[in-house]
């Protein structure tokens, strides 16, 4: 049988980091096995799901490249057949109509917590104790699932071995509200048994989900897929990810700059491995991938360690895209070098497409101001001896170090006490790429004028 893996989030908000893991493991594992990738859009919340969480879902999956083959497939316009599966169940003995009211519900829940009970459902109206249950009027009954009150239920986990549960311990599932909405728990097993999945990859949240699904498999007497959770993201401080950490969506990595495939590549490692490789593409990615090698243990994320592996994707970088993610962060009206120049000058120096975009205003900042200290006589006249000689040279970098060096060599300087001081006139900045380029790109008009009003010269 072919393999076929699934991502269905709930579109309650954008692709949070988590999900995205998520959908990049089960696309991996689709791809190196010469599957299918469904996607599928569980939107049966009907009060927190939107449209705008629908697009910005698909928006988010899209740039980080993870094409999906079928879908998306909407739980909403699939209300018909789950009221067919269920009334199939109640035909077979598995499921049973159930008319408590929220009041009763409500007073079942207090009698319990006053017992220090775990709240749960009584059973009261399966039908083999509902005998003299008189049904209420007015009341639209719901479906629930009559579930095996003995022995366990259990799987071998792909990623966390052998896990089983005591029956006992499962109350009797609602499977479709009164709306004829479907749970979670009952949409997600048709949806993915007429979507013929085979792997249900998704995170370790849904491990107490996973034996209420394999019992309704069962009733329906169809094959169960092999099932893989993941384990949870984490903060540095070992708290689960929220946004106290810092972003937490897809989208908002977009906006910092974080190119997709470095977020790829990151969250690829967060909890998988092969090997020591720490860089590698999504072709290798998708070749490699296994859930052996996932880590049982939560991963922690860290925000400095993706934005190195982000500064070694820009290095690689080609320029002309760069130069077309640099551009919105720049004013319209710039006059300076081409950008692409720029970019291909600085890039080493960036650990996101945002403080790339800041270290190329360097060569477009329409005024500077200095902030060093006085400058000493010495240095005051090499700036003189310097802006003669750049008078004359050739405008090439290496023409400009040598009339630096010349310039050095003449006044008996060392270049740290010359070209510190000329970054800071030349562009305000402490740090910037090697001098000689820098003047280079900065062009002769430029370099000149600022050396002359800061000489006191017109």
Excluded: C
């Amino acid at each position: 049988m072919s393999v076929r893996t699934r991502f269905a989030p709930s579109p309650t908000g954008f692709l949070h980091i988590g999900g995205a893991r998520t959908a990049l493991y089960s696309w991996a594992y689709a791809r190196r096995h010469g599957g299918k990738f469904v996607l599928r859009i569980e939107d049966t919340d009907l009060e927190r799901s939107t449209k705008e969480s629908v697009q910005a879902i698909l928006d988010g999956l899209r740039w980080l490249g993870l094409d999906w083959d079928e879908g998306p497939f909407f739980q909403m316009q699939r209300l018909a057949r789950y009221k067919e599966v269920a009334e199939k169940l109640i035909v077979a003995g598995h499921a049973y109509y159930d008319w408590t009211t929220k009041e009763e519900l409500d007073a079942l829940r207090a009698e319990q917590f006053s017992r220090n009970l775990k709240p749960r459902y009584d059973g009261r109206w399966r039908p083999e104790r509902a005998q003299n249950l008189k049904k209420p009027e007015g009341v639209q009954p719901i479906i629930r699932f009559r579930t095996p009150e003995e022995g366990t239920v259990g799987w071998n986990d792909l990623v966390k071995g052998p896990i089983t549960f005591p029956n006992a311990e499962l109350d009797d599932l609602v499977l479709l509200r009164a709306d004829g909405v479907p749970t979670y728990n009952f949409g997600v097993v048709v949806d993915d048994v007429d979507m013929d999945i085979t792997h249900v990859i998704r995170g370790d949240d849904h491990v107490n989900n996973t034996p209420r699904q394999i019992h309704i498999y069962e009733a329906l007497h169809m094959p169960l897929p092999r099932f893989g959770h993941v384990p949870m993201i984490l903060g540095a401080d070992g708290e689960r990810l929220s946004k106290r950490h810092g972003a937490t969506s897809v989208i908002e990595y977009s906006e910092l700059g974080i190119l997709p495939e470095a977020l790829d590549n990151y969250l690829a490692r967060l909890g998988w491995s092969h090997g020591d490789d720490e860089i590698f593409s999504m072709d290798q990615f998708r070749q490699w991938f296994n859930l052996e090698h996932v880590n049982s243990s939560p991963a922690r994320f860290d925000a400095e360690k993706l934005k190195w592996l982000n500064q070694q994707y820009l290095k690689g970088a080609d320029n002309a895209r760069l130069v077309k993610l640099v551009r919105p962060h720049l004013p319209k009206e710039v006059a300076g070098p081409p950008l692409d120049r720029v970019v291909a000058l600085v890039k080493d120096r960036a650990a996101t497409v945002r403080q790339l975009a800041d270290e190329a205003m360097l060569f477009y900042a329409q005024q500077v101001t200095y902030t060093g200290g006085p400058l000493s006589s010495d240095v005051l006249a090499a700036f003189g001896t310097l802006k003669n000689k750049l008078e004359k040279t050739s405008w090439d970098r290496n023409a400009i170090n040598g009339a630096i060096k010349e310039t050095i060599a003449a006044a008996g300087l060392k270049m740290p006490q010359l070209a510190m001081p000329l970054r800071q006139v030349l562009t305000g900045r402490a740090q910037t790429p090697s001098i000689d380029a820098v003047l280079e790109l900065l062009g002769r008009e430029t370099v000149l004028q600022r050396l002359a009003a800061h000489l006191g010269k017109d």
